[in-house]
């Protein structure tokens, strides 16, 4: 199973937005409602941001969302703020009770 | 609220073994599927072994299959990961963390296993 392909980076100024792209297959992404998106930072635990495409847990901002067409899944971040700062991992499930996780994009608040 | 602290990480051999363990807390944990996640220096994170809620069922990542185990043991609310034949592509931190539709809602900090001789 391959990894999701996703930009290595993305950057923004405070308040600005920004778009991650999270592609896949037609055997993850593509076929599949269970794509998630999780936040981390450098030493500390992941957080998962975003699940089922676009559904938030509870306590993430509205600043955050999700969607998917097709093969690709999109994270967008808006008003960005510094401790966004952070990289930022997609995940899909991918069939017979397999994972797989996005190569992961470093986003930079400027 | 919930909590998963990995042990068990440390230098090994090449060849060698290591049991991992993730203690949880904070949630019935017969009612979740657990997973194992790592990370290898500089690169992002890959998913490794699932075991569903009763222990009935277990899936592994192709380049562990035959080498690793994951297990549970619900009277002690704990996870592991038996990892046998340890190579320096294992090397990585190791995360647990818990399973919820379709994503992995709850992650420990991580115990880093090194693998080197």
């Known amino acids: 199973q391959s990894a999701l392909t996703q930009p290595p980076s993305a950057s923004g100024s405070p308040g600005q937005s920004v778009t991650i792209s999270c592609t896949g297959t037609s055997s993850d992404v593509g076929g599949y409602n269970s794509v998630s998106w999780y936040q981390h930072h450098p030493g500390k635990a992941p957080k998962l941001m975003i699940y089922?495409?676009?559904k938030r847990p509870s306590g993430v901002p509205d600043r955050f969302s999700g969607s998917k067409s097709g093969n690709t899944a999109s994270l967008t971040v808006s008003g960005l703020q510094a401790e966004d700062e952070a990289d930022f991992y997609c995940?899909?499930?991918?069939?017979?009770?397999?994972?797989?996780f996005g190569t992961g994009t470093k986003v930079t608040v400027l | 609220q919930v909590q998963l602290v990995e042990s068990g990480g440390g230098v090994v051999q090449p060849g060698g073994s290591l049991r991992l363990s993730c203690a949880a807390s904070g949630f019935t944990f017969s009612n979740y599927g657990m997973h194992w996640v790592r990370q290898a220096p500089g690169t992002g994170l890959e998913w490794v072994a699932l075991?569903?809620?009763?222990?009935?069922?277990?899936y592994y990542t192709e380049s562990v299959k035959g080498r690793f185990t994951i297990s549970r043991d619900s009277s002690k609310n704990t996870l592991y990961l038996q990892m046998n034949s340890l190579r320096a592509e294992d090397t990585a931190v190791y995360y647990c963390?818990?399973?919820?539709?379709?994503?992995?809602?709850?992650w420990g900090q991580g115990t880093l296993v090194t693998v080197s001789s």
């Open positions: 075991i569903w809620y009763d222990g009935s069922k277990k």
């Open positions: 089922d495409v676009n």
């Open positions: 963390a818990r399973g919820y539709s379709g994503c992995l809602d709850c």
């Open positions: 995940s899909s499930y991918a069939a017979s009770n397999n994972f797989v």
